[in-house]
């Protein structure tokens, strides 16, 4: 005998799905597993005397850490704190998601208030009203994205035609790493090159060591930074080997050479780095958005980043990211706002952790988004990947929502990638880096990912690095190869972003280039003051958004339709032999067929053709000794309708209702119309054979027996979303050919090229 | 004394383009592909000067973001001081790289001294102080 079993094998399904490879971690403030609040936090609280902070969030000055200190000399406005931290945190909390309070006023705010009063005013929020909030209060009016470009072989020819397919598809900020440190100037020129083609004004950062990051800035390759990390305890600061006054400087070092920069942070760093002092995440996160607005910068990257996962782990941590990125537009910082490292296996999870962002808008929603292949992204994969970029395209076409990036055709994208690794050539071969062979090229143009090109290895990329560093190679030294060798658009969209640096425009909060103009929080103010206000998707902008590749139109369904007639012509022939009546032989069974069945419409939903689907069921009902009698009805193209006329029709009383889209019923004579005997009703999934057995079927209840009725198994398909488009548009060539009088017309049916 | 710029004057280069130069003194609309094919281009022409950072400072401080303002006159501090000064500088300014207090205030007086850096040299200043009293002054193994 079986045991019984002990567990309920629904565990085991659940086991499967990738959600059980997330590791979830149990609430526990006192080692740092807490998001929003921790016994260890201090309560708000601010002293301010002769103009000087003494005392903030609990601490005296003379016990001030390196980052109390900084906020407290450098960030918090003394001239208004005292006022401002006077207003309960709850009624600053309802001001956050009041369309009738300013975002300016809120702002304002937000520079008297100390961290610990920033994170408890949050955490008043529920995540509906952060996403609000956020919308509500991020700098720059249109939203943006920033996206990956590396590989795995650091390869500068697929960094080359994969940054220019970034900047195709809509990006305002590419960024791209090494696999290997020393190759960061092939990198940087490879992205430079390729970001120039197609367009002009896509920034650019090549993510490396503090130092040689500044470098390569220098150099004119890339356009801003953005992995200045700061970290919101005084140990994980110093081991991270900076402090908030290095940081600062490098800060002024970056605007000094006219190149764009914002700082990283982001909960869970602390945590990873084991210096959380017991505090909140979002706590740890307040002091590091109040030291980099002391700092200056212009804007942050956060929202968890390098953290994000581990804060995923935590009871309320994708929430957390959230309240930490509206923390960050409330101090009036440019937000790129993380989604960026992947929190999880599980694609709902994804899903559901970018929504908020996409519906809100964000300067930049991700931080980056891996335009690469998930295996290419030397960042580790991103929450959205090359592998999903179109689902994020139709995201922003469900929600009308405007994500920053905009659907290409496969032929552009194709020529873009082309252009760009032979402009890369091109400045190789004239810089005397290197010469790459035409198998190289066309290896990479067409490849998905790494896997599929025979291009440079890590080590020549290293070579080519070197080469660059050595002979100090600048921006001048590319554009003028590029034009030597024609390729003069490039050349002077290479120069426009070079430019920008010279005015330093794009310096200011929130600054991105759109058609040639830079555009941030200065001229382009978010004034969202509820509905009609702010950001709206402009018509055109929509049209952009809704251009999916493959929809589907009423005149793609006829032209595919027409390309199946030709070969049922040379199958089937349905001959009209006038008015239809009822016929008192019990041993017919009629098969009411649809106004547009053979006519307009020439197969079902599953692809199979009708003459096929006819022929099997007249057969079955043939092979019992039975007459089929096929009939088309004109005043209805509904099948339960179809079939009952059908059965009423019939000698035998039972008829078979058949639409050419292939939805089938088989009907008594005496039912009420929906209460048939048998019907398919997942055309897509219905298979010849089943159209037999529902012919044999139909036969057998003609003759009184009572058979098995015919399943067609269905295995959780989304039919409809599969199909209910096609279907809506075939059942309207059908419903526009009824007629309401129009009476059953008696169809000779012969199946040409068989011997009967 | 000129007025300070407001946020209707950004953005620069197209609301007040006869305003910013490079380096050397060459015009935005000289900044041109032709030119930089006869060689009178060069990447200094491609730099950032003081003088716009400091229009940026006052757009930005117009724009109600005092802080930004202040990176931005650091940044117009640094931009004559050579690359590898910025980064002896801020070197010395990471944890433990620095031995005692005066060599950051030894920097501090350098950067005011030589390239009037008066804001810079009062930051590093700040730091020293700090770094003192949080014993960030002890060497890192």
Redesign the interface.
């Known amino acids: 005998m079986n045991r019984p079993s002990n567990r309920w094998r629904r565990y085991a399904d659940w086991d499967n799905r990738p959600l059980r490879l997330d590791k979830f971690a149990a609430e526990d403030p006192k080692n740092g597993f807490s998001a929003f609040s921790s016994p260890a936090d201090p309560k708000p609280s601010l002293t301010i005397e002769d103009g000087r902070v003494t005392m903030l969030d609990g601490v005296h000055e003379a016990d001030f850490d390196m980052i109390d200190y900084f906020i407290a000399r450098h960030h918090i406005d003394v001239a208004i704190a005292a006022e401002m931290m006077a207003i309960p945190s709850a009624a600053i909390a309802r001001q956050l998601v009041d369309m009738h309070v300013q975002r300016t006023e809120l702002v304002k705010i937000a520079h008297g208030l100390t961290p610990a009063k920033l994170a408890e005013v949050v955490s008043h929020l529920n995540a509906l009203e952060i996403a609000f909030a956020y919308s509500k209060m991020r700098a720059r009016n249109t939203p943006g994205n920033q996206g990956h470009v590396t590989n795995a072989k650091d390869d500068p020819l697929q960094l080359a035609a994969d940054a220019a397919t970034a900047v195709a598809f809509g990006f305002d900020e590419i960024e791209t790493t090494m696999r290997v440190s020393r190759n960061a100037w092939s990198n940087a020129v490879a992205c430079a090159v390729g970001a120039a083609v197609g367009r002009a004004g896509t920034l650019f950062q090549c993510s490396s060591e503090e130092a040689e990051e500044l470098k390569i800035g220098m150099s004119g390759f890339s356009s801003y930074a953005e992995t200045v990390s700061v970290y919101g305890t005084e140990r994980a600061f110093i081991d991270g080997d900076d402090t908030p006054w290095s940081k600062a400087f490098l800060a002024a070092a970056y605007a000094s050479r006219g190149i764009k920069m914002r700082c990283t942070s982001g909960a869970g760093s602390e945590l990873l780095m084991g210096f959380h002092e017991s505090k909140s995440l979002l706590y740890l996160e307040a002091r590091c958005l109040c030291l980099q607005r002391g700092m200056g910068v212009q804007g942050t990257q956060n929202g968890g980043i390098d953290g994000a996962p581990v804060t995923a782990t935590v009871p309320g941590g994708v929430k957390e990211l959230m309240a930490e990125n509206l923390l960050a537009v409330w101090l009036d910082l440019e937000c790129a706002s993380g989604n960026d490292a992947r929190t999880t296996e599980s694609e709902i999870r994804v899903g559901a952790k970018i929504l908020p962002y996409l519906v809100a808008g964000s300067d930049l929603i991700c931080s980056g988004f891996g335009t690469i292949l998930k295996y290419d992204n030397s960042f580790n994969p991103s929450l959205l990947n090359g592998e999903e970029l179109e689902d994020f395209l139709v995201l922003q076409r469900d929600f009308e929502a405007d994500g920053g990036l905009t659907p290409v055709s496969e032929h552009r994208i194709l020529e873009l990638r082309r252009r760009a690794v032979e402009a890369l050539c091109a400045v190789f071969e004239e810089l005397q880096l290197g010469r790459p062979s035409k198998q190289m090229v066309e290896s990479v143009v067409a490849a998905s990912g790494s896997d599929e090109t025979e291009s440079y290895s890590p080590r020549d990329a290293s070579l080519i690095s070197q080469a660059i560093q050595d002979r100090s190679i600048t921006v001048v030294d590319v554009i003028k190869a590029l034009l030597r060798r024609g390729f003069r658009e490039e050349a002077e969209n290479l120069l426009a972003v070079v430019k920008l640096r010279v005015a330093g425009d794009y310096l200011q909060t929130s600054a991105i280039v759109r058609d040639g103009r830079v555009i941030s929080a200065v001229n382009d103010p978010n004034t969202y003051a509820g509905p009609g206000s702010g950001y709206r998707v402009s018509e055109p902008r929509r049209r952009e958004i809704n251009a999916i590749r493959d929809e589907l139109d009423q005149k793609e369904v006829l032209r595919s339709e027409a390309l199946h007639e030709a070969a049922e012509r040379r199958r089937i022939h349905y001959q009209a032999r006038g008015n239809a009546f009822f016929s008192a032989d019990a041993r017919e069974v009629v098969i009411g067929i649809s106004p547009a069945f053979g006519v307009k419409l020439f197969q079902t939903i599953g692809g199979h053709p009708l003459s096929a689907v006819l022929g099997v069921m007249s057969d079955a009902i043939a092979a019992r000794g039975l007459k089929p009698r096929v009939v088309r009805f004109k005043h209805t193209a509904d099948t339960s309708f179809l079939g009952l006329s059908a059965a009423r029709l019939a000698g035998s009383g039972i008829g078979i209702g058949l639409q050419a889209k292939g939805t089938a019923v088989i009907h008594q004579r005496d039912r009420l119309p929906h209460n048939n005997l048998e019907l398919f009703s997942n055309a897509p999934i219905t298979q010849v054979e089943h159209y037999r057995q529902l012919g044999a079927n139909a036969a057998a209840y003609a003759l009184g027996e009572m058979p098995e009725p015919v399943v067609v198994p269905m295995r959780g398909q989304a039919m409809g979303s599969r199909y209910h488009a096609r279907v809506a548009m075939i059942y309207a060539i059908e419903t526009a050919m009824t007629a309401k009088d129009a009476r059953p017309e008696e169809i000779d049916v012969k199946f040409l090229g068989r011997a009967s | 004394m000129r007025d300070k710029l407001t946020?209707k004057d950004?953005?620069?280069?197209?609301k007040r383009?006869e305003l910013?130069?490079?380096q050397r003194g060459r015009k935005?609309g000289d900044?041109?592909?032709d030119a930089?094919?006869s060689g009178e281009?060069?990447?200094e022409?491609?730099?950032?000067t003081r003088q716009?950072?400091q229009?940026?400072a006052e757009?930005?401080r117009a724009?109600?973001?005092p802080?930004?303002?202040?990176?931005?006159e650091?940044?117009?501090?640094?931009?004559d001081?050579p690359?590898d000064v910025?980064?002896q500088?801020?070197?010395l300014?990471?944890?433990?790289r620095a031995a005692e207090k005066t060599a950051l205030v030894e920097a501090a007086k350098v950067l005011r001294r030589d390239y009037g850096a008066a804001k810079?040299a009062d930051?590093?200043e700040?730091?020293a102080e700090?770094?003192e009293r949080?014993g960030?002054f002890t060497y890192r193994f």
Do not use: C, H, K
Request: charged share 20%; proline share 5%; hydrophobic share 55%.
């Open positions: 946020i950004y953005p620069l280069s197209e383009p910013i130069a490079g935005l900044i041109t592909l930089m094919v281009v060069q990447m022409d491609l730099r950032i716009a950072l229009y940026q757009i930005a724009a109600g973001r802080t930004l303002a202040e990176n931005f650091r940044g117009a501090e640094l931009v001081v690359e910025i980064m500088v801020y070197e300014l990471r944890p433990g810079l930051f590093i700040e730091a700090v770094y949080r960030l």
